[in-house]
T-cell receptor, first 112, second 114 residues
Framework: EAQVTQNPRYLITVTGKKLTVTCSQNMNHEYMSWYRQDPGLGLRQIYYSMNVEVTDKGDVPEGYKVSRKEKRNFPLILESPSPNQTSLYFC???????????FGSGTQLSVL | RKEVEQDPGPFNVPEGATVAFNCTYSNSASQSFFWYRQDCRKEPKLLMSVYSSGNEDGRFTAQLNRASQYISLLIRDSKLSDSATYLCVVTPPYSGAGSYQLTFGKGTKLSVIP
């Protein structure tokens, strides 16, 4: 089954404790991206990747890191999480820019 | 002018009604346009791509007006199950850096009432 797998589904952590949210797709997609969704602000893009080892900042990259060492994986790293990063996060992939996006199920992150 | 704007709603309509949403975009050279549906705290799912000639899928019709820079979504014979938030997505023109950066509207919330 074609899918984007995102883990964990829920995560509660404390300020400053490094964490990684994993994202993996099995569709051989070139394009992958991360979003955060906050009430009243909609979906905002954090980082995106056009291919292996090629990443770029989205609208709200501060406080986040990504890597794309393999085509299928695109982890989101928070080196020192802060409470303002409490949000609902989605990973997505598509065959190419301008194509249908497939989303992961989301990660609800709470930073205390 | 914001890059992509949608009326946040909520739109509260009775079952069977016809409802239309618009989404305006600022970059006249934008290339691809989509409507996604999102249920509460779930992942967005593609509803329709929007083509220049307009396209229809059952009760749903999407249209693109390049001259006025907006896309629209029309839902006929609304069902309770249509209650969701509808997001528009715009892809910028291909011009190197930044051209892979998608822009989502903030969404329009629809509630279909029995």
């Amino acid at each position: 089954e074609a899918q984007v797998t995102q883990n964990p589904r829920y995560l509660i952590t404390v300020t400053g404790k490094k964490l990684t949210v994993t994202c993996s797709q099995n569709m051989n997609h070139e394009y992958m991206s991360w979003y955060r969704q906050d009430p009243g602000l909609g979906l905002r893009q954090i980082y995106y990747s056009m291919n292996v080892e090629v990443t770029d900042k989205g609208d709200v990259p501060e406080g986040y890191k990504v890597s794309r060492k393999e085509k299928r994986n695109f982890p989101l790293i928070l080196e020192s999480p802060s409470p303002n990063q409490t949000s609902l996060y989605f990973c997505a992939s598509s065959k190419d820019r301008g194509e249908k996006l497939f989303f992961g199920s989301g990660t609800q992150l709470s930073v205390l | 002018r914001k890059e992509v704007e949608q009326d946040p709603g909520p739109f509260n309509v009775p079952e069977g009604a016809t409802v239309a949403f618009n989404c305006t975009y600022s970059n006249s050279a934008s290339q691809s346009f989509f409507w996604y549906r999102q249920d509460c705290r779930k992942e967005p799912k593609l509803l329709m791509s929007v083509y220049s000639s307009g396209n229809e899928d059952g009760r749903f019709t999407a249209q693109l007006n390049r001259a006025s820079q907006y896309i629209s979504l029309l839902i006929r014979d609304s069902k309770l199950s249509d209650s969701a938030t509808y997001l528009c997505v715009v892809t910028p023109p291909y011009s190197g850096a930044g051209s892979y950066q998608l822009t989502f509207g903030k969404g329009t919330k629809l509630s279909v009432i029995p």
